[in-house]
């Protein structure tokens, strides 16, 4: 069975940092995009950022542009979120997803696995 395991998610202050891990057991992690979802309190799940196969092409939610970043590790079937100027505002669980094809990334339908989540919370 394939698994995504999340880690690196903590509390931690406005403005400071934090990087997350997507452990995978994908047999061929590089034939799938990569995905990062945060769902807040009371929120529904939104797109954070996403990879390709291969790490060429990256995207960002607008409101962590600038301030987040994705990358990918296939030797090790990981994938990373560097998050950098923590707010309040991006208290979430934080998921990560896994695409064999390539569309509309945003859309958490486009992904076939998904991990169960990691606490990330920003006090201010």
């Known amino acids: 069975q394939v698994q995504l395991v999340e880690s690196g998610g903590g509390l931690v202050q406005a403005g400071g940092s934090l990087r997350l891990s997507c452990a995978t057991s994908?047999?061929?992690?590089?034939?799938?995009?990569m995905g990062w979802f945060r769902r807040a309190p009371g929120k529904e799940r939104e797109f954070v950022a996403v990879?390709?196969?291969?790490?060429?092409?990256?995207d960002y939610a607008d409101s962590v542009k600038g301030r987040f970043f994705i990358s990918r590790d296939n030797a090790k079937n990981t994938v990373y979120l560097q998050m950098n100027s923590l707010k309040p505002e991006d208290t979430a669980v934080y998921y990560c997803?896994?695409?064999?094809?390539?569309?509309?990334?945003?859309?958490?339908?486009?992904?076939?696995?998904w991990g169960q989540g990691t606490q990330v919370t920003v006090s201010s």
């Open positions: 997803a896994a695409a064999f094809r390539w569309g509309t990334m945003t859309s958490e339908h486009m992904y076939d696995y």
């Open positions: 994908l047999r061929t992690f590089s034939n799938y995009a």
């Open positions: 990879i390709g196969y291969s790490g060429g092409i990256t």
